[in-house]
């Protein structure tokens, strides 16, 4: 696994573009497009608001790493934030681009540009914001490492990882959905949509090589096309990111489907989205 096949992944399926229907749906219309996504988003991820207001950001020097479709890089501008972004892929910048100038946000830069080596000169930034992106990086040691030079010394990086301790990874992932997915496979039967691309996945990989829980992980977070991801708990934001020491750590967003478990108010114990905040080393 490396860096050029998850750009690649990400470019042809910008983040959230099809929990909307895809921005071809609404004619290039961009503005009723991001409208849409961002009711979307921070309807099911209501947290996600919450969280951000917890966070000061005004007149804060701000780098946001793996942009989307930039509704969160929308929400830290209108929180003050001297906000630049960066991210791997060139759709994700051309279209946060758009958004910023149909909406006339101000920001400082925006770049497309790697993790693994970012454009910008040392001790640039007070925060550093990443949400649901750096678990899609396979060498985290080397994007840590960056991450630490851009931020000064008393800054803080917050982000956002997939919470290994979570009902979405140890029951929905790791028993509802392999077992589903073996059932399906030997009954011969394709119920199409989503099944129908896990089930070519098993076919080509073999069904238990698919199934083993380091290729099933990558394959049932962002669609069974998405090359790498990794869950966390804080043991092991720790040993991935030598260079900072964890400050503080809270989870959100009960969400395991198929399971019907977004009412349950277990979020803080097994929700799916790791929050932490680390500082420096």
Known sequence: MNEVQVRDFWQEHP??????????????????????????RYQEERHILDCLDAIDFAGKQ?????????????????????????DLTAESVRRVRTRLMLRSLPYRDLKQGSVLQIPYADDSFDIVFSHGVLHHVPDIRAAQYELRRVLKPKGELIVML???????????????????LAALYLSGRDPGGIYSQHLANARALGLTRYLRM???????????????????????????????????????????PPLPVRRLPLQRLFGWHLWVHLAPK
Not at 77 to 84: L, T, Y
Not at 226 to 255: E, Q
């Open 15 to 40: 983040c959230g573009d099809e929990q909307v229907g895809g921005v071809h749906r609404y004619g290039r219309d961009y503005d009723a497009f991001f409208t849409a996504y961002d009711k979307f």
């Open 62 to 86: 701000v780098l946001e790493v793996g942009l989307g479709q930039g509704a969160d890089s929308e929400q830290l501008i209108r929180r003050g934030a001297e906000w630049s972004g960066l």
């Open 162 to 180: 997939y919470a290994k301790w979570s009902l979405n990874y140890l029951i929905s992932i790791a028993l509802v959905r392999r077992l589903g």
């Open 214 to 256: 380091r290729n099933f992980v990558h394959r049932n977070t962002d669609g069974p096309g998405n090359p790498y991801s990794k869950v966390y708990d804080v043991g092991s934001v720790a040993r991935d990111f030598p260079d900072f020491r964890v400050t503080r750590a809270y989870k959100c967003f009960m969400h395991a």
